[in-house]
Every structure is written in structure tokens, then in C-alpha cells.
């Protein structure tokens, strides 16, 4: 009896803690996840909720927008902030989106920015302000910590102005302007460092990976002429020129036409470099990290929207702005022309900015003339 007793217990025992350690039969595994294998996985939509503020008069200037959040949102640039006609007119070199309103909050004057902007680059800690310095024609650079609220501006004593910046997100920058100047800065602890380029000519756009991998539009005002070089690795290659449209290692297909504008991404899964060029028509190139030489890629946007003086706005594969003469967005399937409601002809911009959330800021304004206006849109998913 004891023994029947004894091994009736032990049975239990052991089913008891068969079912703690998942033992259990009639359980199934967790489903596995599958491997990513793209970087266009996320949501995107045409359809938004539009929320409009006028934020310049007149002769207002937009260098961009930058988000940090949806309620911590920069638009920095030289903005005529009272009506037409005011006798007492009022200027900002930008606005502070916290939630709720705009305000002159930005934590700094002209003389902290340290330069009359043309161009910036945000990442998770950062604004860059690049454009005209203190002096006449000279570089100045100014720099916004967003932990601290400060800013620190660099004046440079080349001859020229910062047109263009650019950052990989992590804390390296780049500041282009004419004249053939670039800088860089390295790290969030290192100043800027002057890089010695093969060519001369205005940087109005940059696009790229890291330091190892970034690319220039240029023009060269004297012959009229538009190029792109690759910085790889520190060695400079002419990839674009429409000039010399015979150049070997030029972008497949581009023969007899004009790249207005550049932007890029690049895929960390698939490690490739896309490079978005506006020409007659789109074009589309990858760069596999691999290899040397791009190859030409076929997406159905590039024969979707008109091309004539638009400029593309690159936040993934999936979600990309065209702005210029129309406002168009692709969301990896299809392209719609976006008009923003109560604002038709709002059609140029300067720099899409967007939040985790997936709502985006745009800095607009129509080809006639009229106010500056930023869009907030909130996706309806």
C-alpha cells in the first residue's frame, strides 16, 4: 500500500513539473519570426490628416525642417514673420513646433546660429545650420544640441558660403558650398575638418551612407556644367557629368540627360546603396557594397511623375516626396499627387521632415509667390 501510495505521488510529481518546463503535449512553439530581408517593410500611405500654419511672409527663406518628435519640431531658415504691410515688421531665423504652436522659441539668436541659413541635417541629438557666416561671403556653420538646448557656431575663412549639409545619422556631417568647399566633422567631439576635393564648383546636394560612401551634386558655374562625384573610401570618382556623358564609369543610361537633384538611402539588410537622380526622366541606381559600378533599377515611380525642375525627398524606399512644379508622394505601390487641402499649388518645398510616429512636417510654398506654410500630416493608417 505504501509503495502504490509512493509511486502514485511520484507520478504527479512528475507530470507537475513536466508542465512547468513546457512539456506539455499539446502546447505549440512560438511562432518564428521571419528574417528581414528589405528595408520597405514599414507602413506607408497617401492619405493623411493636414493641419496648415502659415510660418513666412514676403520674402521669406526655408533652409529645412527638422523633427525630433511630434511635439519637438525646428523650422530653421530667414523667416518674415508679420503679415504684408506691417509697419513694424518682425524676422526670425526660425520657429518651434511643441506640440501645440509655433513660437520663436529656438533656444538661440542670429548670433548663436552664427550663419543666414541655406541648409541643414538633423539626427537623433542634432541640428547643423549651414550657410552665409558673420563675415560677407564666408562659411559659417552652426550646431544645436537638443539635450542641452545650446548652440555653437564655427566661422570659416574661405571664400564662399555653405549651400548644402548632410549627415549618416550617427554624428558625422558634411557641409558643402561653392567654390568647391567641404567640410566634415567626424564625431560629436570633433571639430571640423577641411576636405581637399579634384574639383571645383557649387555643392548644392549631398547624399551618402557614412564617411566611407557619400556623393555630391555639383554645378560649375563657369561652364555650365552638372557633375556627380563618389567619395569612397577617401578616393574621389566622376560617376555624372553632362558635359562629358561618355565617362566610363558614369551611371548607366543617363546619356543626354540633366540631373537637377540627388538623394539617397541605403539598405543595411540588403547592404545597398540607392541613389535617387531627378532627371528626364527619374532614374534610379543601386550600388551593392561590394562593388564599384552602379547598376540601373526600374521602379514604376520613375515613369509616374512628371520631371521637369522637381526634387526628390528620400525617407525610405516606400515613402518618397517629389515636390516642385507638383507635390507627389510613391508609397512603394503607387504615386498620388498630393494637394494639400485649402493650399492648391503648395507644391515646392525645401525638406520633409518625419517622426516615429509617421507624421511628417512640410515646409511649402506655391511657384507664384505667396506665404510660407508648413503641413503637419498625420498618416491615417
Known amino acids: 500500500m505504501k509503495t502504490t501510495i509512493q509511486l502514485t505521488f511520484l507520478f504527479f510529481l512528475l507530470f507537475a513539473m513536466g508542465c512547468e518546463n513546457g512539456s506539455d503535449p499539446e502546447k505549440k512553439d512560438d511562432p518564428v519570426e521571419p528574417p528581414v530581408t528589405t528595408c520597405d517593410n514599414t507602413k506607408s500611405t497617401h492619405e493623411f490628416t493636414w493641419r496648415v500654419d502659415t510660418i513666412g511672409y514676403s520674402v521669406s527663406k526655408v533652409a529645412g525642417t527638422w523633427a525630433f518628435s511630434d511635439s519637438d519640431v525646428y523650422v530653421i531658415g530667414n523667416l518674415t514673420i508679420s503679415r504684408p504691410n506691417d509697419p513694424n515688421p518682425k524676422g526670425s531665423l526660425g520657429l518651434h513646433w511643441d506640440g501645440k504652436m509655433w513660437s520663436k522659441n529656438i533656444y538661440g539668436s542670429g548670433l548663436d546660429i552664427g550663419n543666414d541659413p541655406e541648409s541643414i ?10 550657410g552665409d ?3 560677407y561671403n564666408v562659411p559659417g ?8 538646448k545650446k ?8 571664400d564662399g ?3 548644402s549639409a548632410w549627415t549618416d545619422g550617427t554624428g558625422y556631417f558634411l557641409a558643402g558650398g561653392t567654390n568647391g568647399i567641404l567640410y566634415e566633422r567626424k564625431n560629436r567631439s570633433s571639430g571640423w575638418t577641411k576636405i581637399n576635393l579634384p574639383f571645383t564648383g557649387d555643392i548644392y546636394y549631398l547624399a551618402g551612407v557614412s564617411s566611407k560612401l557619400f556623393f555630391t551634386s555639383i554645378y560649375a558655374p563657369i561652364s555650365n556644367n552638372e557633375e556627380i562625384w563618389m567619395s569612397k573610401n577617401g578616393n574621389w570618382t566622376q560617376i555624372y557629368s553632362d558635359e562629358n ?5 558614369a551611371l548607366p543610361g543617363t546619356k543626354g540627360t540633366r540631373i537637377h537633384h540627388i538623394d539617397g538611402f541605403y539598405c543595411d539588410v540588403k547592404k545597398v546603396f540607392t541613389l535617387y537622380t531627378t532627371s528626364t526622366p527619374f532614374q534610379v541606381f543601386e550600388l551593392k557594397e561590394a562593388d564599384t559600378l552602379f547598376t540601373k533599377v526600374s521602379i514604376p515611380f520613375t515613369s509616374q511623375v512628371p520631371t521637369y525642375w522637381q526634387a526628390i525627398m528620400v525617407i525610405k524606399p516606400n515613402d518618397l516626396w517629389v515636390h516642385g512644379n507638383y507635390l507627389f508622394h510613391w508609397d512603394g505601390k503607387t504615386v498620388k499627387e498630393i494637394v494639400i487641402p485649402g493650399y492648391p499649388g503648395y507644391a515646392k518645398s525645401r525638406q520633409v521632415a518625419q517622426t516615429t510616429s509617421g507624421k511628417v512636417f512640410l515646409p511649402l510654398y506655391k511657384n507664384e509667390g505667396g506665404p ?7 498618416p491615417n493608417f
Not at 121 to 130: F, M, P, Q, S, W
Not at 245 to 249: M, Q
Not at 372 to 378: D, E, H, N, P, S
Open 121 to 130: 541635417a538633423g539626427d537623433k541629438l542634432e541640428i547643423v545650420v549651414v
Open 133 to 135: 557666416g558673420f563675415g
Open 141 to 148: 556653420i552652426g550646431e544645436f544640441n537638443n539635450a542641452t
Open 151 to 158: 548652440w555653437k557656431n564655427t566661422q570659416f575663412t574661405d
Open 161 to 163: 558660403i555653405f549651400l
Open 245 to 249: 556623358p561618355d565617362l566610363k564609369t
Open 372 to 378: 510660407w506654410i508648413i503641413a503637419q500630416g498625420t
